[in-house]
């Protein structure tokens, strides 16, 4: 436990390199650490998620994701600080991308790791891939219809500390002009956000709340499924997500 407690407090030295921090504690379980826009709870090995009450900008990180993708953490939370590069959508070109290109991408910038997907997309700000949006297959809803078909928007990241504004929004029109889909539904990560506010400025709306997930921890990696022969170290569950739906 000690080791684990010396690795969240170096991972909150190296952020108070990035972001003025204005508090820190320590509670049984978990570390609280306020900016004058967030507070991170970042919990200890096999600790439970705290309800954050009536408190709004509250993002819940665990042990592992501190180890294992510190400066993912942070460059998210320099563009939630308004600090990082600001790029405009109008000044970047939206074109298909390829599927090892969009696999890399995602390697190397989303939070949650990378997925193939069907329909790639990404962003180009003078030559440089700054943003990608990946889709899935349809699906035919045939209860609403012979033709209607259903999209998934699965994974969407920013290059670093890059913030593309009215990124998501022109990648979504490109795909919405290309297929010409019924709807689009997104998840949104419930340990990183309390609402979709800024999804349903680009018209999505909440039509659900999944249940947490469970992940089991060994060797410093997460795992959804584990098998009888796997030694697992501890165990976490999340927030769940938000279930969103853009319909067209």
């Known amino acids: 436990m000690q080791d684990s407690n010396q690795d969240i407090i170096s991972f909150i030295q190296l952020l108070s390199e990035h972001i003025k921090?204005?508090?820190?504690?320590?509670?049984?379980?978990f570390f609280e650490v306020r900016s004058d826009r967030v507070?991170?709870?970042?919990?200890?090995p096999g600790s439970h998620r705290v309800d954050e009450g009536s408190r709004t900008g509250v993002i819940h990180i665990d042990h592992d994701q501190v180890q294992s993708a510190p400066y993912k953490i942070i460059n998210r939370l320099k563009g939630q600080h308004g600090q990082g590069q600001r790029i405009y959508?109008?000044?970047?070109?939206v074109a298909r991308i390829d599927k090892r290109v969009a696999l890399a991408?995602?390697?190397?910038?989303?939070?949650?790791?990378?997925?193939p997907g069907k329909y790639r997309y990404g962003l180009f700000h003078k030559g440089e891939l700054v943003s990608v949006a990946i889709f899935s297959g349809a699906r035919i809803m045939r209860q609403l219809g012979p033709d209607f078909r259903?999209?998934?928007l699965i994974r969407f990241c920013h290059k670093g500390d890059t913030l593309v504004v009215g990124g998501l929004s022109k990648l979504l029109n490109a795909?919405?002009?290309?297929?010409?889909?019924?709807?689009?539904?997104t998840y949104a990560d419930r340990?990183?956000?309390?609402?979709?506010s800024s999804l349903e400025t680009l018209g999505f709306k909440v039509v659900d709340t999944t249940v947490p997930q469970r992940f089991a921890?060994?060797?410093?990696?997460?795992?959804?499924?584990?098998?009888?022969?796997?030694?697992?170290?501890?165990?976490?569950?999340?927030?769940?997500?938000?279930?969103?739906?853009l319909v067209l």
């Open 21 to 29: 921090i204005e508090e820190i504690n320590e509670h049984d379980g």
């Open 39 to 44: 507070s991170l709870f970042i919990y200890k």
């Open 89 to 93: 959508a109008r000044t970047t070109v």
């Open 105 to 115: 991408f995602q390697e190397e910038y989303h939070l949650q790791g990378a997925l």
């Open 150 to 152: 259903s999209f998934e």
């Open 175 to 185: 795909f919405i002009k290309e297929f010409k889909p019924q709807d689009i539904m």
């Open 191 to 196: 340990d990183w956000c309390q609402d979709a």
């Open 217 to 245: 921890i060994i060797n410093g990696q997460r795992f959804l499924h584990v098998t009888q022969e796997q030694s697992v170290d501890y165990y976490i569950e999340n927030k769940g997500s938000l279930k969103l739906k």
